[in-house]
């Protein structure tokens, strides 16, 4: 049987370079980077070499980059970070209402503490009203925090035009790039955004591995208190062998793979909106390169995710970090779709591996069973 993973958005194959730049640093090269003697210091050298890859491609200070766990860490010592540095004198926070879970669920937190939030609404591509957003700031706002490209729908914030408000507001900026990060342009001076989350394993790096941004003086309260590590914003000994994997997949991102992505993703939603009644979801210019968000209706998306499945394709419902959730998505249902348009839809991203040939295999198999699962619904 064949085997074709469009779940890319969920994670990446790890690159082959990555893994044979990462093993020496398990057998050979496994010091303590905090460690003064010479293999900690090799370890250190490692780390430091890395942290100016990550910061250089976004065009960041070294200094300005704290590695994490992850995304999920890194939205969180945003969030709570800037809230405890700043209340009560700042209690408010904006965001949207198709923000990842991590940037949702920790908001639904800090408003037990006192926390103010602000969540905008989006359009039926799923970009937010500038107007609304400048119109939500007060002195009390301590930050915006936008995801760059959306992890479900795929759909691209103009970040130049929601960093020019908030520099004009006095407030800081942060943005999710989990899933855009080497796929569309990030520049930290150009967008002006003071914190950016990043991560290793949607890029063809290692999981467990990510870093956040943070402009220089901008004061966060850490997450963990011990060792003082990553210049006490992240103490922990750090994950080296999997820094310098999601260093070298940043290093071996290249143009040529975007294009490509965005040649296939094309194909794929051009090929699939001809079968009938079926709609994307998201924006279709403002997209990222490797995801295509599918509405089917009257058909369950489980059902064509299991069908799709029996063909060897892997696909997802959504957010594979929402994946055991029964209920209906909040960010198609904040683009307007209802439940029933909502529950029908599935999502396949790409990545450089995918090839034309998967393609067209997932475009021959995928009417037919769009045909025989609406034979069989008792919706009509």
Avoid at 33 to 38: L, Y
Avoid at 104 to 127: F, H, M, P, S
Avoid at 148 to 154: P, Q, S
Wanted: glycine letters at 8%.
């Amino acid at each position: 049987m064949k085997q074709i993973y469009l779940d890319n958005a969920a994670t990446t194959r790890v690159d082959d370079e990555v893994v044979k730049i990462m093993l020496p640093y398990f057998t050979e090269k496994y010091g303590n980077a905090s460690s003064t003697h010479f293999i900690g210091q090799e370890a250190k050298n490692a780390l430091e070499k890395s942290r100016k890859i990550i910061a250089k491609a976004i065009g960041a200070k070294i200094q300005e980059i704290i590695f994490t766990s992850g995304g999920t860490e890194a939205n969180n010592m945003t969030l709570k970070g800037l809230f405890f540095a700043n209340y009560p004198e700042k209690n408010h926070i904006i965001t949207t209402k198709i923000e990842h879970d991590c940037i949702l669920n920790t908001c639904k937190w800090l408003e037990r503490l006192g926390a103010q939030i602000t969540y905008l609404d989006v359009n039926e591509d799923g970009l937010i009203n500038l107007k609304q957003l400048e119109e939500s700031i007060t002195s009390k706002t301590i930050v915006v925090s936008v995801i760059h490209g959306n992890n479900e729908i795929g759909t691209i914030q103009d970040l130049e035009a929601i960093g020019k408000i908030c520099k004009k507001k006095g407030t800081l900026l942060h943005t999710d790039a989990c899933q855009s990060f080497t796929k569309t342009l990030l520049n930290v001076k150009k967008q002006n955004l003071d914190l950016v989350t990043l991560n290793s394993h949607k890029i063809h790096g290692p999981k467990g591995v990510g870093a956040l941004y943070i402009k220089e003086g901008i004061k966060l309260i850490p997450l963990f208190h011990g060792g003082g590590h990553e210049r006490k914003m992240r103490s922990g000994t750090e994950n080296v062998s999997s820094i310098v994997g999601f260093a070298k997949a940043v290093e071996v991102a290249k143009k040529k793979d975007v294009e490509k992505m965005i040649k296939l993703r094309d194909k794929l939603i051009d090929g699939v909106l001809k079968i009938p009644n079926t709609r994307l979801n998201g924006s279709r210019n403002k997209r990222l390169c490797n995801n295509v968000n599918i509405s089917f209706n009257n058909v369950e998306g489980e059902s064509i995710g299991g069908y799709l499945e029996t063909f060897g394709i892997c696909t997802s419902t959504g957010s594979a970090c929402a994946s055991h959730s029964l209920e209906t998505s909040h960010v198609l249902k904040s683009i307007g779709l209802m439940p029933v348009q909502a529950n029908s839809s599935i999502r396949m991203s790409i990545s450089k591996y995918t090839t034309e040939e998967e393609i067209d295999y997932v475009l021959k198999v995928l009417p037919g069973i769009i045909e025989k699962l609406r034979r069989m619904s008792p919706i009509k």
